[in-house]
């Protein structure tokens, strides 16, 4: 923790939760922002260029591996690496198997490709919090950047963008389809005209609307939720590192522990996000009620 | 929790990522694992087949043996009982030969037995003449007298 003597511990969590945002700002134009501040008046046409890089990385780089792997996939006795894709595919199939009912070859690979690169992007919260920022403001300070001002978050699914863009479009892909299997009266009379019948109309528009609308808001919010409460937590701790032997020493054993439970956390939202992503799938293509 | 362009941009990105999985990477290895359960059948298929076609090989082998031993007992029968079928015939013709040479050594037995003692009676004759003569210290004419010898002979 180099920056701990010069800064406050709120200014630490601060510059830990801040993005690196690339926009337009209205008085310094074009540009990294400088504060969160910044960030935030920059509006909706800026970037944040940590959450994108490395959410691509990630992607790309076990996407790459995965296509690696099938290029060369045999029925015959598999090796290393493609029985450990296998392992993830099959898992991933038996699940959509088990709670999708329709026949759509879109949903399993969706599912594979949601549970993989969440729980890489969510992974990311297990490299110790300071580490990726630190080295980023060191390097970025050659180029004389203040490294006070440079900002790298490196958990992109404690990003709400993230998570609310991965939900919006499985919310899509269920609008998608719950039109295309039911019809549009299909869909619209399962809105409007249940529980209560045609004449509760009212009331089933806000009661379904709701249901239908808390669906990618819960889905977004549980896993922003869980990343940003599991980040803060490591953060929380790493402040710990500067009160005192006897502090620091306690501080080691909790991260070490919050990082082990950290692990099944990870594991359980990128899989509950995939296994509800099926779930409202499956329930779009379900033609009676 | 401002949200930005990043919104769109990670939803591009995640449509990206799932039409490539969708693409590449799903179907192939999808494929891979089909075509090995269809393999494992098979195999498992086969080893089944064989396993059947040794049992039914060790039943038909099993009734060659049978049947082998079955031969080999009526051929050895057969021996046993044409062995012994010389063996009576042999017995037979020594029977008939013995029975033969019996006979023929009687009939020498009894050849020799007339011969003797046809000699004995001649050398009785002889012996009682010659006894005779010295009775009757005289010449008995032979000739006259055969009869008398030939009759005493035979009495003998």
Not at chain 1, 97 to 116: E, Q, W
Not at chain 1, 133 to 162: C, E, I, K
Request: charged share 15%; aromatic share 10%; proline share 3%.
């Amino acid at each position: 923790m180099s920056t701990a003597e010069t800064l406050t511990s709120q200014a630490y969590i601060q510059h830990h939760l801040t993005q690196m945002t690339l926009g337009v700002h209205p008085e310094q134009g074009f540009g990294f922002a400088h504060s969160a501040k910044e960030a935030a008046e920059m509006g909706f046409w800026a970037l944040n260029i940590d959450t994108m890089f490395f959410s691509i990385l990630l992607g790309w780089l076990v996407f790459s591996f995965f296509r690696k792997v099938a290029e060369r996939a045999t029925a015959g006795v598999p090796d290393g690496a493609q029985n450990f894709v296998e392992a993830i595919v099959d898992l991933i199939d038996e699940n959509v198997r088990g709670s999708f009912s329709g026949k759509n070859p879109m949903v399993a690979p969706l599912a594979l490709t949601i549970f993989v690169w969440v729980f890489l992007m969510n992974a990311m919260d297990l490299l110790p919090v300071d580490l990726l920022p630190w080295l980023f403001g060191q390097f970025m300070s050659l180029f004389g950047a203040n490294p006070h001002h440079v900002f790298l978050r490196v958990v992109p699914t404690a990003d709400p963008n993230t998570t609310f863009a991965m939900a919006l479009m499985v919310f899509f892909t269920v609008l998608y389809y719950s039109v295309k299997m039911k019809g549009v009266g299909g869909f619209l009379g399962e809105l409007t005209l249940q529980p209560f019948g045609v004449w509760g109309m009212p009331a089933n528009i806000i009661l379904e609307g709701i249901s239908l609308l808390s669906k990618p808001v819960s889905l977004a919010l549980r896993l922003f939720g869980n990343m940003y409460a599991g980040e803060m937590i490591f953060i929380l701790i790493a402040l710990m590192y500067s009160g005192g032997t006897v502090m620091a020493v306690s501080a080691g054993g909790l991260q070490f522990v919050w990082a082990v439970f950290h692990i099944l956390i990870i594991t359980l939202q990128a899989f509950i996000f995939m296994v509800l992503t099926v779930v409202y799938l499956d329930m779009a293509h379900q033609t009676h009620h | 929790m401002n949200f930005n362009l990043t919104l769109i941009g990670q939803m591009i990105s995640f449509g990206v990522f799932v039409w490539f999985t969708m693409t590449f990477v799903w179907s192939p290895i999808m494929k891979a694992l089909q075509d090995r359960k269809a393999k494992i059948a098979e195999g498992l298929a086969a080893a089944e087949r064989g396993h059947q076609e040794k049992a039914l090989g060790e039943q038909r082998a099993l009734e060659t043996l049978k049947d082998a031993k079955a031969q080999a007992a009526e051929i050895l029968g057969q021996a046993n009982k044409r062995a012994s079928e010389i063996v009576e015939e042999a017995k037979t013709d020594a029977r008939g030969e013995g029975q033969r040479l019996i006979l023929s050594a009687q009939a020498e037995i009894e050849h020799e037995t007339n011969r003797a003692r046809e000699e004995l009676r001649q050398q009785v004759a002889t012996l009682a003449i010659a006894a005779a003569e010295k009775i009757l210290k005289k010449e008995i004419d032979v000739r006259a007298h055969q009869s008398i010898i030939d009759d005493f002979a035979r009495q003998i």
